[in-house]
């Protein structure tokens, strides 16, 4: 996607028993990494009563756009500030939660749409490559197909972004290396005590780190390893015989 022209990442996610805060911020972390607002879609509010996952999507980033619509209604004018010229939209979530639906009603176009597992309403990964479409306002919209796994590397700044509120109130921890846990003097914890934090953030904050890192360090062995062979092969190749 063109860094020149502003983007934004609507997540779509639904209104039913696969709503998934965890997930829901993964997607958060990897638009703030690339740069991108994220705005989280809502759908299926035809379904159920919006308003929980609405309180829910907001709790995760202060300020953050949320919007709940039912995606096959047409009804997507609360989407309209972010799909006018100059503005590419990249829609990005689980198989299921109603991208190709959304990009269909925004774009008037005509992908193909899958019925959802009645069990547990997860899709059937119906769309398989991405498609670019003109937007009517101008806009251009990405449509992809549904996110398996979301391993996250390489994204200490999305993690910085979204969770920029707890690394405020850890630069007022009485130590440097707080660990935010039981330490005398964590203005994390106070915060959690005062109702002022979730104390589910924290966690979050705390995983995501975890893997991020382990993840990075993970990526760095094997470029390094990887490096290490071909200057090998490349010194044999120089070898005289
Ligand atoms: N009731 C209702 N159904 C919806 C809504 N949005 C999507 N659906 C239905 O949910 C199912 C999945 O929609 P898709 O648009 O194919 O989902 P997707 O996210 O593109 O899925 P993949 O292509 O597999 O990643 C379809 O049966 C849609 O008709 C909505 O807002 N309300
Ligand atoms: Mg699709
Ligand atoms: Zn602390």
Not at 80 to 107: I, M
Not at 109 to 128: F, Q, Y
Not at 162 to 174: E, G, H, N, S, T
Request: a positive charge.
């Amino acid at each position: 996607m063109a860094r020149a022209s502003p983007a934004c990442w609507p997540a779509p996610a639904c209104c039913n028993a696969d709503f998934n805060e965890a997930r829901l911020e993964r997607y958060l972390v990897l638009a703030h990494a690339a740069g991108i607002t994220p705005v989280v879609v809502l759908t299926k509010a035809d379904q159920a009563d919006p308003a929980p996952y609405v309180a829910a999507a907001q709790g995760l980033s202060q300020g953050m756009a949320v919007v709940a619509l039912n995606a096959k209604s047409g009804d997507v004018a609360a989407l309209a500030p972010w799909c006018r010229a100059g503005q590419t939209v990249v829609l990005l979530g689980s198989s299921g939660v109603g991208k190709s639906t959304l990009a269909n009603s925004l774009s008037g176009g005509t992908l193909a749409t899958g019925a959802v597992r009645e069990d547990d309403a997860k899709g059937r990964h119906t769309t398989t490559a991405r498609y670019l479409l003109p937007l009517p306002q101008g806009g251009w919209l990405i449509d992809t197909p549904g996110v398996r796994e979301l391993q996250l590397t390489d994204v200490a700044d999305g993690i910085d972004v979204l969770f920029a509120d707890l690394i405020d109130l850890a630069a007022d921890c009485r130590f440097r290396d707080c660990k935010h846990s039981v330490e005398p003097g964590c203005a994390v914890q106070a915060a959690i005590k005062a109702g002022r934090v979730d104390a589910r953030r924290l966690d979050s904050w705390r995983k995501l780190t975890s893997e991020e890192v382990t993840n990075s360090q993970a990526m760095v062995a094997a470029k390094t390893r990887a490096a290490g062979k071909f200057t090998k092969k490349s010194a044999a190749k120089r070898r005289p015989n």
